[in-house]
């Protein structure tokens, strides 16, 4: 037992040996260190990338939030727009029919005296205002007059038909006869 304590290996003291092993643990230490500083600094590059990747990403879905709040402002006010030109128009189409409206009486009207003024008779004005109107123009032949008043009085559209005035004139070497006729519209 004795033997197996006694070594007879000559052996270096612990301090010596401590001092011989250090530098191999620093140098293992710092490679370890050094390592575990490239692998910190690789793995932050990694994510700086990726934050990078996602600021570009983002920085374009900003910019395109951007010209799609431009273009929906540019389509609203265009909207707006076309809304106050509709408008505009509607109220014009309005107004065209009501100008449709209270012309259509007058075309009738005018039909009317056109078909019942024979062919011996010029109209030189017809004109309207409001519920009544005024024919001047000339005939050849006085009979014609009477006839054009019996026809207007006869049609449903015109009532108190006169003829107002009546001269001669002599026109071309003719004796032409002028006139002007009232009437009220029904």
Do not use: W
């Amino acid at each position: 037992m004795i033997l197996a304590r006694i070594n007879l290996v000559p052996q270096k003291p612990l301090a010596e040996r401590i001092k011989q092993i250090i530098p191999a643990v620093l140098v293992v230490g710092l490679c370890l260190a050094i390592f575990a500083i490239y692998l910190e600094n690789r793995q932050l590059n990694d994510k700086i990338k990726l934050l990078n990747a996602d600021i570009t990403k983002i920085e374009a879905e900003t910019t395109l939030a951007a010209q799609l709040i431009i273009a929906k402002d540019r389509l609203a006010a265009e909207i707006n727009l076309l809304n106050k030109n509709q408008s505009e128009l509607k109220n014009r189409v309005t107004k065209i029919e009501k100008i449709r409206g209270r012309k259509k009486p007058f075309s009738e009207a005018l039909i009317s005296i056109a078909k019942s003024l024979p062919t011996s008779v010029k109209c030189n004005k017809i004109s309207f205002q409001k519920n009544s109107g005024k024919i001047t123009g000339t005939a050849l032949r006085y009979d014609d007059l009477p006839i054009i008043v019996k026809r207007l009085t006869q049609d449903p559209k015109f009532k108190n038909v006169v003829l107002h005035d009546i001269d001669r004139v002599a026109q071309n070497s003719r004796q032409n006869i002028s006139f002007s006729m009232m009437f009220e519209l029904n």
